[in-house]
């Protein structure tokens, strides 16, 4: 069954063309600057938080940040689970996401097994989504044993796009990695985006408006952003959403320019 959150994602995309999430790691926040950011990030256009991290250590932490962020915006707040301790019973929705290129049974199968009666008993919406490693990879490959995808080898990642879907899950996330030097190629975006039917949510290393432009018109549903949110000083956070969300909106007009080009 399809959930608000879910729902109000879907509805976002097809009003917006793309949307843009802000991703919060808990492990670099304590409750008062996860809220800060999740506040600037919802008043320039943002359209969900994700709270995760590949290392969270302390439950605790993460139901304050969550009940935190929570509190300070109306926009959905999303778990983005590295392991089963990336739960909270705060947040409206998880990312109920399986690794699909571990090498590792654990992270396509396993954590979501011991995870599943928690989640129902937290009432959390749970969100299925296939989630690929590619490229560098960042800390997420190292965690979850990834055999990341070469940026090289667009055909792999669509055919792993492609079983996501066929598997049943209804968004697919290309990740690169948190902080990573290059995001995602566009021409695997945009191979990607024209075989699979489900949202494609596209992450690491967009650290500009410009690069965001560009993912979105070479077909990303959702630019989900981290490290560039976190390391802009406090003045410049609101400009670097304000930048990643105008980005977001022009690749959207770049894509209709070039279909009537
Ligand atoms: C990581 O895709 C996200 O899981 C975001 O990456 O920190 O590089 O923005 P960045």
């Known amino acids: 069954m399809i959930g608000k959150v879910e729902k109000y994602l879907l ?12 991703l919060i790691d808990p492990e670099d926040v304590n409750p008062k600057s996860g809220s800060y950011i999740a506040q600037a990030s919802e008043k320039h256009g943002t359209s969900a938080i994700m709270v995760g991290g590949s290392t969270i250590t302390s439950s605790n932490h993460l139901d304050a940040v969550v009940a935190a962020i929570k509190e300070s915006v109306d926009i959905p707040v999303i ?38 009666p928690l989640v129902r008993k937290f009432g959390l919406e749970p969100i299925p989504l296939g989630y690929l490693i590619i490229g560098e990879g960042g800390a997420a490959a190292v965690i979850g044993r990834a055999i990341p995808i070469p940026y090289n080898k667009p055909e792999l990642t669509v055919a792993h796009a492609l079983a996501a879907q066929y598997l049943g899950m209804r968004f697919v996330y290309l990740e690169a990695g948190s902080g990573v030097s290059k995001p995602v190629p566009c021409e695997m975006v945009k191979m990607v985006k024209k075989t699979i039917a489900v949202p494609l949510i596209v992450g690491g290393g967009i650290r500009t408006g410009l690069q965001a432009n560009k993912i979105v018109a070479a077909g990303a549903d959702i630019i989900v952003t981290s490290t560039a949110l976190q390391e802009a000083e406090k003045q410049s956070l609101t400009g670097k959403v304000q930048e990643i969300v105008e980005g977001i909106k022009e690749g959207v007009m770049n894509r209709y320019n070039r279909s009537v080009g």
Do not use: C, E
Request: charged letters at 15%; zero cysteines; a negative charge.
């Open 11 to 22: 509805k976002k995309i097809k009003d917006d063309g793309a949307i843009h999430v802000t």
């Open 79 to 116: 778990l983005f689970p590295n392991n089963i301790t990336g739960i909270s019973q705060q947040a409206d929705a998880i990312w109920f996401m399986s690794l699909l290129n571990s090498s590792d049974p654990y992270f396509i199968t396993g954590a979501q097994v011991l995870a599943a």
